[in-house]
């Protein structure tokens, strides 16, 4: 299937649109179980089981013409409007989404969707708890403190508001990425779950981006603000020398202010931040080069190395030695 293909069978009506276009009435095509709420009412809460017996992912199209009532789910949702738009009611609120944009939904969040439209096409590509954690916290957050940093702040935010919307309308490279894993989930060949999994770290990465620019505006339209994102990218960049006294001076703040706010934004201390990004560069070196355990760790900033061997361990659990054996590329 390539993208013309793909842009045909989305826009086609399958069985359930056939007959929601007539009786403007919901089909519940999935299983679950419906649980009170504290006001009494009931809420319908698909569960996983109906869904994952390929694999940790799952994709649908959100079947057109019909209001779909109120409901929740136990596992992660990610809304992508393909064409159109699209309305949701979030924990009571409205939430509009256009074309190429994404919406990040924690599990048992209350939500429906009044109906859509011809030319409005939804894609929900749902996955387990642990799945979203591995694909986002666990593969992007060692690249580097800022990807560390952007990572658990995607994952917070989707914790504490329960969803998160990307303005990714404009990102071409996301809706590319997004239309080839359609392509292989829709129209699967041998090896094509395997490429979806694939896409899931890619996807969030190309997410960050636009979570990151989401972030440097709102930043950027509050003064009292500073971009911490451009703090860590300095560190990230001058680890090997980089002092709290010489970037407070760079960015123009109190040196204790500043140690103080990166506590605060990051829960680390400078030091410990230092600490990460040596620690993450010693790991890519490990994997990627053939050079000594003695030249990465003066390479990384380190002059003695049974101090680096101590913190190596303390921060990976083990000797540089057996990371290296256990990941090289």
Same mark, same amino acid.
Do not use: W
């Given at each position: 299937?390539?993208?013309?293909?793909?842009?045909?069978?989305?826009?086609?009506?399958?069985?359930?649109?056939?007959?929601?276009?007539?009786?403007?009435?919901?089909?519940?095509?999935?299983?679950?179980?419906?649980?009170?709420?504290?006001?009494?009412?009931?809420?319908?809460?698909?569960?996983?089981?109906?869904?994952?017996? !390929?694999?940790?992912?799952?994709?649908?199209?959100? $079947?057109?013409?019909?209001?779909?009532?109120?409901?929740?789910?136990?596992?992660?949702?990610?809304?992508?409007?393909?064409?159109?738009?699209?309305?949701?009611?979030?924990?009571?609120?409205?939430?509009?989404?256009?074309?190429?944009?994404?919406?990040?939904?924690?599990?048992?969040?209350? $939500?429906?969707?009044?109906?859509?439209?011809?030319?409005?096409?939804?894609?929900?590509?749902?996955?387990? =708890?642990?799945?979203?954690?591995?694909?986002?916290?666990?593969?992007?957050?060692?690249?580097?403190?800022?990807?560390?940093?952007?990572?658990?702040?995607?994952?917070?935010?989707?914790?504490?508001?329960?969803?998160?919307?990307? $303005?990714?309308? $404009?990102?071409?490279?996301?809706?590319?990425?997004? !239309?080839?894993?359609?392509?292989?989930?829709?129209?699967?060949?041998?090896?094509?779950?395997?490429?979806?999994?694939?896409?899931?770290?890619?996807?969030?990465?190309?997410?960050?981006?636009?979570?990151?620019?989401?972030?440097?505006?709102?930043?950027?339209?509050?003064?009292? =603000?500073?971009?911490?994102?451009?703090?860590?990218?300095?560190?990230?960049?001058?680890?090997?020398?980089?002092?709290?006294?010489?970037?407070?001076?760079?960015?123009?703040?109190?040196?204790?202010?500043?140690?103080?706010?990166?506590?605060?934004?990051?829960? !680390?201390?400078?030091?410990?931040?230092?600490?990460?990004?040596?620690?993450?560069?010693?790991?890519?070196?490990?994997?990627?080069?053939?050079?000594?355990?003695?030249?990465?760790?003066?390479?990384?900033?380190?002059?003695?190395?049974?101090?680096?061997?101590?913190?190596?361990?303390?921060?990976?659990?083990?000797?540089?030695? =057996?990371?290296?054996?256990?990941?090289?590329?």
């Amino acid at each position: 299937m390539n993208h013309q293909q793909l842009d045909h069978y989305l826009r086609s009506l399958d069985d359930i649109e056939k007959i929601q276009i007539l009786t403007k009435e919901n089909i519940n095509d999935y299983g679950g179980e419906e649980l009170a709420t504290d006001e009494g009412q009931t809420i319908p809460r698909l569960l996983e089981q109906f869904f994952f017996d !390929k694999g940790p992912v799952f994709i649908s199209k959100h $079947h057109r013409f019909a209001d779909m009532p109120l409901h929740m789910h136990t596992f992660i949702e990610i809304n992508y409007v393909y064409s159109g738009e699209c309305y949701q009611i979030l924990n009571g609120k409205e939430v509009k989404l256009i074309q190429g944009q994404i919406c990040l939904l924690d599990k048992d969040v209350p $939500h429906s969707i009044p109906a859509l439209g011809e030319n409005d096409i939804l894609v929900n590509i749902i996955m387990k =708890k642990e799945t979203f954690s591995m694909s986002l916290l666990g593969q992007l957050s060692n690249k580097g403190i800022v990807s560390n940093f952007l990572a658990n702040a995607i994952s917070e935010n989707q914790q504490h508001d329960q969803y998160i919307l990307f $303005h990714s309308e $404009h990102n071409e490279n996301l809706q590319y990425i997004v !239309k080839n894993m359609l392509c292989e989930y829709f129209d699967p060949q041998d090896y094509s779950m395997e490429m979806v999994n694939y896409y899931m770290p890619i996807l969030f990465t190309e997410l960050m981006r636009v979570y990151q620019l989401d972030k440097n505006f709102e930043l950027e339209q509050t003064s009292s =603000k500073m971009n911490i994102l451009e703090i860590l990218q300095f560190i990230e960049q001058h680890y090997k020398d980089c002092t709290l006294t010489g970037l407070a001076k760079k960015f123009n703040f109190n040196s204790n202010y500043l140690g103080n706010m990166l506590k605060e934004k990051t829960g !680390k201390t400078f030091l410990e931040l230092v600490q990460t990004q040596k620690m993450i560069e010693t790991a890519s070196l490990l994997q990627h080069t053939d050079k000594s355990i003695e030249e990465i760790a003066y390479q990384v900033g380190y002059d003695s190395l049974s101090f680096f061997y101590r913190k190596f361990k303390e921060f990976y659990g083990e000797t540089p030695y =057996k990371y290296r054996r256990k990941n090289r590329k």
